[in-house]
């Protein structure tokens, strides 16, 4: 029913900056949260950053004060602002959209799923 992708995935200097961006259609509830989460080969999928319908934002400590998730009013379009990017960024990032108030950096709270987009940090 919520079709996600993600696009702006790309390589980047360290320090750089990079906007990644989601293309949401279907049955999208003004309860879902949207969310970008992030995997590099080993580890788990974490949760990066994640926002409501109206708008209250969640964020990995890690990227807190580096990173800004934004949403159109229509919520058909998620974005993600990198910057001050560093080498352990580097992973795929996807866009994720569920009923996630419980856990809204939690990837099993989320129920769709983009492909995910390439981001490469390098120094």
């Known amino acids: 029913q919520v079709h996600l992708v993600e696009s702006g995935g790309g390589s980047v200097q360290a320090g750089g900056s990079l906007r990644l961006s989601c293309a949401a259609s279907?049955?999208?509830?003004?309860?879902?949260?949207l969310a970008w989460f992030r995997q590099v080969p080993g580890k788990e999928r974490e949760g990066v950053a994640a926002i409501t319908g109206g708008g209250t934002t969640y964020y990995a400590d890690s990227v807190k004060g580096r990173f800004i998730i934004s949403q159109d009013n229509a919520r058909n379009s998620l974005y993600l602002q990198m910057n001050t990017l560093k080498p352990e960024d580097t992973a795929i990032y996807y866009c994720a959209a569920g009923y996630a108030l419980n856990g809204p950096l939690r990837s099993s709270y989320y129920d769709s799923w983009g492909q995910g987009t390439q981001v490469t940090v390098s120094t």
């Open positions: 279907g049955s999208i509830s003004r309860r879902f949260l």
